[in-house]
């Protein structure tokens, strides 16, 4: 064996027992921060119980952010970043505009973190953590977040045609999940965030008034229901701050009320419906609302898988001091 060789062979081995190609600087993993920012993940927890103690909703809210994230540009914060005289940002996009909220909690943690750990903490783990301690405040399951998201430098109003429209339909839902690597079957899972939270009148109301060219309601929306959304959201309305909660029974409780409700044809939107119009996603939702435990470790499970998508780590993107402004 030549000397060359031999001494590439040499060479492999130190890497390996020094741990280079053990983990790769490009993997994310659990306590990512206890060495360079023990607090980070209970400072996030405190803002966000800080929060939730004042407004139950906006659990919800960062659950949400977290989604609207991770589907646009992956995990990166972008949707965190404001528009510019140059730039639309994604988050003046009528998709997150004007129902995205928590950004203020994020910022508070983020003030916070810089000032004890200084350019150390990513505003995309901030997210993540900040959707975890919301699961958990609102009854789900609390689960370990593996960290180490770098924060993207882009933010553009147009990629938002990634997240998932309301009135999508089971082959489009299942497709856009396909496409960051989520299955039809955590489709569903995930689908049960809509059991916490809220929703403007204009992203359904097509459903009461306008249904298509043949009939004007929505025929798979349960008729009694139908009528009271119509008391809460009435036609012609033009005021975009009228809500309602997506799980009437408990719109702050992280259960299967969301299944219940789409079993009985109260889905509020057409992609909840849609999850009946197939035998194998129908099953699926009478199993989550049969099996209240076996929802949320599944939904767990997905909410980690899901927090990997695109992610950009090591020395990739950047670590921004403000969420709302790319560092200079």
Same mark, same amino acid.
């Given at each position: 064996?030549?000397?060359?060789?031999?001494?590439?062979?040499?060479?492999?081995?130190?890497?390996?027992?020094?741990?280079?190609?053990?983990?790769?600087?490009?993997?994310?993993?659990?306590?990512?921060?206890?060495?360079?920012?023990?607090?980070?993940?209970?400072?996030?927890?405190?803002?966000?119980?800080?929060?939730?103690?004042?407004?139950?909703?906006?659990?919800?809210?960062?659950?949400?952010?977290?989604?609207?994230?991770?589907?646009?540009?992956?995990?990166?914060?972008?949707?965190?970043?404001?528009?510019?005289?140059?730039?639309?940002?994604?988050?003046?996009?009528?998709?997150?505009?004007?129902?995205?909220?928590?950004?203020?909690?994020?910022?508070?943690?983020?003030?916070?973190?810089?000032?004890?750990?200084?350019?150390?903490?990513?505003?995309?783990?901030?997210?993540?953590?900040?959707?975890?301690?919301?699961?958990?405040?609102?009854?789900?399951?609390?689960?370990?977040?593996?960290?180490?998201?770098?924060?993207?430098?882009?933010?553009?109003?147009? +990629?938002? $045609?990634?997240? @998932?429209?309301? =009135? !999508?339909? *089971?082959? &489009?839902?299942?497709?856009?999940? #396909?496409?960051?690597?989520?299955?039809?079957?955590?489709?569903?899972?995930?689908?049960?965030?809509?059991?916490?939270?809220?929703?403007?009148?204009?992203?359904?109301?097509?459903?009461?008034?306008?249904?298509?060219?043949?009939?004007?309601? +929505?025929? $798979?929306?349960? @008729?009694?229901? =139908? !009528?009271? *959304?119509? &008391?809460?959201?009435?036609?012609? #309305?033009?005021?975009?701050?009228?809500?309602?909660?997506?799980?009437?029974?408990?719109?702050?409780?992280?259960?299967?009320?969301?299944?219940?409700?789409?079993?009985?044809?109260?889905?509020?939107?057409?992609?909840?419906?849609?999850?009946?119009?197939?035998?194998?996603?129908?099953?699926?939702?009478?199993?989550?609302?049969?099996?209240?435990?076996?929802?949320?470790?599944?939904?767990?499970?997905?909410?980690?898988?899901?927090?990997?998508?695109?992610?950009?780590?090591?020395?990739?993107?950047?670590?921004?001091?403000?969420?709302?402004?790319?560092?200079?």
């Amino acid at each position: 064996m030549s000397s060359i060789i031999l001494a590439h062979i040499y060479t492999i081995t130190i890497l390996v027992s020094l741990g280079c190609f053990v983990r790769s600087e490009a993997q994310l993993h659990i306590g990512f921060y206890s060495g360079s920012c023990s607090a980070a993940e209970f400072i996030v927890k405190e803002e966000v119980a800080k929060a939730y103690s004042e407004d139950t909703g906006l659990a919800a809210g960062l659950v949400r952010l977290h989604f609207h994230d991770c589907f646009v540009r992956g995990c990166d914060a972008s949707v965190l970043i404001d528009s510019t005289a140059s730039n639309k940002a994604e988050k003046d996009s009528p998709a997150n505009n004007p129902s995205l909220r928590g950004f203020d909690i994020i910022d508070k943690a983020k003030a916070r973190l810089e000032t004890l750990c200084p350019r150390v903490v990513s505003c995309a783990d901030i997210i993540a953590f900040a959707a975890r301690d919301s699961v958990k405040i609102t009854g789900g399951l609390g689960y370990d977040v593996p960290a180490g998201r770098r924060d993207g430098r882009v933010s553009l109003i147009a +990629d938002t $045609n990634a997240l @998932p429209p309301a =009135a !999508s339909n *089971l082959n &489009q839902l299942t497709q856009m999940f #396909s496409t960051h690597g989520l299955t039809q079957d955590e489709m569903v899972t995930l689908s049960g965030a809509h059991t916490i939270g809220r929703s403007h009148c204009t992203s359904f109301a097509s459903r009461l008034y306008s249904f298509n060219s043949t009939v004007k309601q +929505d025929p $798979n929306l349960n @008729p009694l229901y =139908a !009528s009271k *959304l119509k &008391q809460e959201c009435p036609n012609g #309305s033009n005021n975009v701050n009228l809500v309602v909660p997506m799980n009437p029974s408990t719109p702050t409780i992280s259960d299967t009320g969301y299944y219940v409700d789409v079993l009985n044809n109260k889905g509020l939107f057409t992609s909840d419906q849609s999850l009946l119009t197939s035998p194998s996603t129908a099953n699926q939702v009478h199993q989550h609302a049969m099996n209240p435990l076996g929802w949320k470790s599944k939904f767990a499970d997905a909410m980690v898988k899901m927090g990997k998508i695109g992610v950009i780590t090591g020395q990739q993107g950047e670590i921004r001091s403000n969420c709302r402004v790319i560092n200079k």
